[in-house]
Nanobody, 115 residues
């Protein structure tokens, strides 16, 4: 069964940076669109970045210019580089892999932005 495992979360001060990783296994990684979502307490899960199988990226306005998604198909890994972090970026960040009607989710990694 396909699996995604996130890592790289933690506590960071406002203005700081973090790099999240999403390691995939038991799937043909290069065929999947990869996305990062986040969910803050009491809020709905929201998309923060997506990269297609072909490498096209898209971001919502809330993170545009601060977050960068990338992928390394040889390493079966997707990344989310987060810069200029704000307290409102605090959330559990989830990795998602999507191919047609297939969707795989990781268990999430906590990101806390606080001084």
């Amino acid at each position: 069964q396909a699996q995604l495992v996130e890592s790289g979360g933690g506590l960071v001060q406002p203005g700081g940076s973090l790099r999240l990783s999403c390691a995939a296994s038991r799937m043909t990684f290069s065929l999947y669109a990869m996305g990062w979502y986040r969910q803050a307490p009491g809020k709905q899960r929201e998309l923060v970045a997506v990269i297609t199988a072909g490498g096209k990226t898209n971001y919502p306005d809330s993170v545009e210019g601060r977050f960068t998604i990338s992928r390394d198909n040889a390493k079966y890994t997707a990344y989310l580089q987060m810069n200029s972090l704000k307290p409102e970026d605090t959330a559990v960040y989830y990795c998602n892999a999507a191919l047609n009607t297939l969707a795989v989710w990781g268990r999430g990694t906590q990101v806390t932005v606080s001084s």
